[in-house]
């Protein structure tokens, strides 16, 4: 495949199943290089024609706490009581420390130990962060931060980068640092933009931009009640009210940004 042009040989891997290009990955570097280049997993995002599906991410015994394995769901019709379970599990990864799911992102997931597992070091109590890629079995991870920090995990278009951003309270002023994975150097950097006000829980992502809900006993001017991130401008808003809370007051995917 070494003699076909580039835009084949991508065309090509764009149209082959996930399960595949694992395999696939042992063949060489170049192809292992791009099939982990992230703008093949948008390409095959847009070119996808299955039926839509869950993952769910399940500790197999409670004795093994830091082991997961990643199963793939069917749903029946619209009714989201009817699942079914197939093909068994789509992969498995373990990690050094329990740690909770902050939110996935083109099939990457993002954890988090802050609140289940701190890590304690000389320098004081630190939440440690992973990105992992449960079909490739790959785990990243990045540099520790303080806890009580509130995590969000998107993905730039513009520069085809995956982003991890903290946001934390330094002498009641909001402060926010992002974190871009790739082969290099993985450090925090902080940003200028931080949120208008307080966030907290665990965000949405959609379309190149980062969704929390604003903290209850904060007050707002004119009742706004989610901040956003575009995750490639490096900037928090204030989105729109109009579709972006669900019946249980948590942020959906259908809001529009103002400045």
Known sequence: MGTLPHE???????RLPAKMLLRFRAV?????DNIDDPTLALAQLSLAVEEAMLIAILRPREEIKCSYIVEEIGLKGRSESLISIRNGAIGSFQMARLSSLVNSCNGLLCFSNHGCDHHYTLEGVIAEIFVCNPLMQDLRILPPLPPNQTLGFGFSPSAKAFNVVGVSENFKFLEAKVCTLGFGTKVW??????PPYPIYGK???????????????CETPNGERIVCFDVGEEVFRIADMLG????NNSPTLESKTSN
């Open 203 to 217: 965000p949405a992502y959609a379309n190149g931009v980062l969704y929390w809900k604003i903290d209850d006993q």
């Open 8 to 14: 084949l040989y991508s065309s090509i891997l764009q």
């Open 28 to 32: 060489s570097k170049l192809w292992r």
């Open 244 to 247: 972006c809370v669900d019946r």
């Open 189 to 194: 950097k902080l940003i200028s933009s931080a």
